[in-house]
């Protein structure tokens, strides 16, 4: 699997790389968001990206590719000294799948790219082609493909990040039915990958954003959880 190691300081590139490459990955390097926008990045099984780089920062790239179909399936762990939650919550918001702050520990960081490339695997496993509809998920102008990963909106794909696309997914299996934030994650998240309640919060504002007049369908029980209400 290749990873694709963005940060502009050169001793971080090659220490990652040197890790990554004894866990048996192909690892490139770019020591810039310009200079990895010239790579083509939909081949990468998994972007670690330094968030506070030259021109275009780690955050700008990001939203580069989740606004992209070529790219937004690739998933992304930004790697930053800058922590809080409102940094969290940012590169999450964006999309990221993890978010690490230096300085790193090497064991958590084999642990985390493990476990995003393993939820990766899982959520695009190859399906062989079917002519028949039951890997469709149909609510009135919404369409999810099982198959294809992919969701229309009165016919207009839709850029979802996996997790997105998992809770949606998840939302329409089980409709009008309330599920904690501890269910979602249980349900939606991978075991072994350490995840804040507040990500199934940014995660659903993402999504009522994203779906327009379908995303009041997403109701807040408070005290309870979210539902889906057809």
């Not at 190691?5 to 020591?31: F, K, M, Q, S, W």
């Not at 493990?114 to 609510?139: F, N, W």
């Not at 909106?153 to 501890?182: A, Y």
């Amino acid at each position: 699997m290749k990873i694709l190691v963005v940060d502009d300081e050169l001793d971080i590139c090659e220490i990652l790389r040197y890790n990554l490459e004894t866990e048996g990955y192909e690892v490139v390097t770019a020591h810039s968001a310009e200079e990895a926008l010239t790579l083509p990045l939909q081949d990468y099984s998994l972007i670690l990206l330094d968030v506070m780089m030259g021109e275009i920062s780690g955050f700008q790239m990001a939203r580069n590719l989740k606004n992209n179909s070529a790219t937004a399936h690739v998933p992304i762990i930004f790697i930053t000294a800058l922590d809080g939650e409102d940094n969290l919550v940012k590169g999450l918001n964006i999309g990221a799948d993890d978010y690490l702050t230096k300085p790193l520990s090497m064991k958590e960081l084999k642990a985390r790219v493990r476990a995003v490339i393993r939820r990766s695997a899982s959520s695009y496993p190859p399906q062989a082609a079917t002519a028949a509809d039951d890997h469709l998920i149909r609510y009135e102008g919404i369409v999810i493909d099982m198959n294809a990963k992919t969701v229309t909106l009165d016919g207009e794909e839709m850029l979802c990040t996996r997790q997105e696309f998992e809770l949606l997914t998840f939302f329409l299996q089980h409709p009008d039915k309330v599920f904690s934030r501890e269910d979602l994650l249980k349900s939606c998240w991978p075991h072994d990958t350490l995840v804040l309640n507040r990500t199934v919060d940014v995660t659903i504002t993402r999504l009522r954003k994203k779906f327009g007049r379908y995303g009041k369908h997403i109701k807040t029980r408070f005290g309870y959880g979210y539902s889906f209400e057809k």
